[in-house]
């Protein structure tokens, strides 16, 4: 199973999508498209430093998705 594509109009409400690698913003929009990655309403912080409690919700979210 594939994740939905993403476009920019995913990221959109995100005030430091800009700041999305380019490499990266394919597969940004599309986590944010599945609802994996949700930021913090405002920003998703695509520059910062990941903490142990945001990967294991991404996991988990991961595990669901795909009923592993």
């Known amino acids: ?3 939905p594509a993403g ?3 995913s ?3 995100f ?4 700041q999305v ?3 990266a913003r394919d597969s940004v ?14 920003r998703i912080h695509p520059q910062g430093v990941t903490t142990r409690a945001e990967a294991a919700v991404l996991i988990y979210n991961l ?6």
Request: hydrophobic share 40%; proline share 0%; no cysteine.
């Open 1 to 3: 199973r594939q994740l």
């Open 7 to 9: 476009n920019g109009a």
């Open 11 to 13: 990221m959109s409400s």
């Open 15 to 18: 005030t430091d999508s800009q």
């Open 21 to 23: 690698s380019a490499f």
């Open 29 to 42: 929009a599309a986590l944010i498209r599945a609802g994996l990655i949700k930021g913090d309403g405002l």
């Open 63 to 68: 595990y669901n998705l795909y009923n592993l």
